[in-house]
């Protein structure tokens, strides 16, 4: 009975082992997937849903350059720089190596099979905690991502795929976040007096929902992209 209960023990051992092996392997196969991309320019519009601003359909411009430049550029001239642990940028989620990634299950995202992974931070600075993938395997898309960090919070981003995918980039990101204290996430802090109106109202429910959604048009990829886009 003894040696039943230990071969059994070293099997789960070994299961869980070939596991982790296979989510790091699946983790970095992504990872060289939006590699590939060494800048873009995108165009798309952006939609706002947060229940105390208002904030009107705007095109923008999207730029994003190796290793971690992003910015939104809105028609009516104002910069999104995202910073700190938010970001609407898939490459944000693969920054470095210095990370652990470990299988966690299966399920499917808008009926397609997917592989979950989490990955785990070894630098005891980061302010990310954790960011749970769903990976579709067949095509190495990120379908969905859930991040948990230090400072702002947990936010959630659903992609579809379309023309880009062989590039890994979506046609279209939803980027859903809380609304606790009626602050927006460090980085999506949009000014309140450019379409947009902040209610005195303190009493509104705390643990709203905020979205933004942004839909893609067109990339232009790998052309070389100046860092003054980013000043």
């Not at 430049?69 to 970001?87: C, M």
């Not at 947009?196 to 705390?206: F, I, R, V």
Request: net charge positive.
């Amino acid at each position: 009975m003894k040696h039943s209960a230990f071969l059994f023990f070293f099997f789960l051992i070994a299961c869980f082992s070939a596991k982790a092996q296979d989510a790091g392997i699946l983790a970095q196969k992504v990872k060289a997937k939006l590699a590939t991309v060494n800048d873009y320019t995108a165009t798309g519009v952006m939609k706002t849903d947060i229940s105390f601003i208002k904030v009107p359909q705007s095109d923008v411009i999207v730029y994003y350059k190796k290793p971690n430049r992003f910015r939104i550029k809105k028609q009516d001239g104002i910069s999104i720089t995202p910073k700190g642990g938010v970001s609407v940028n898939l490459n944000s989620l693969f920054a470095g190596d210095n990370y652990t990634a470990v299988f966690a299950g299966n399920t499917t995202v808008d009926g397609l099979p997917v592989t979950i992974i989490k990955l785990l931070p070894l630098d005891e600075n980061s302010d990310v905690v954790v960011s749970t993938l769903y990976i579709d395997e067949k095509d190495f898309l990120i379908r969905k991502a859930s991040t948990t960090t230090k400072d702002n919070g947990t936010y959630q981003m659903e992609m579809s795929y379309g023309k880009f995918a062989q590039w890994g980039l979506p046609d279209r990101v939803v980027f859903i976040f809380s609304t606790k204290d009626y602050k927006l996430p460090k980085g999506l802090a949009f000014d309140y007096d450019a379409g947009g109106t902040k209610p005195a109202d303190k009493k509104l429910p705390q643990n709203g929902k905020g979205k933004v959604e942004i839909s893609y048009s067109s990339y232009s990829i790998n052309k070389g992209l100046s860092e003054t886009v980013f000043n």
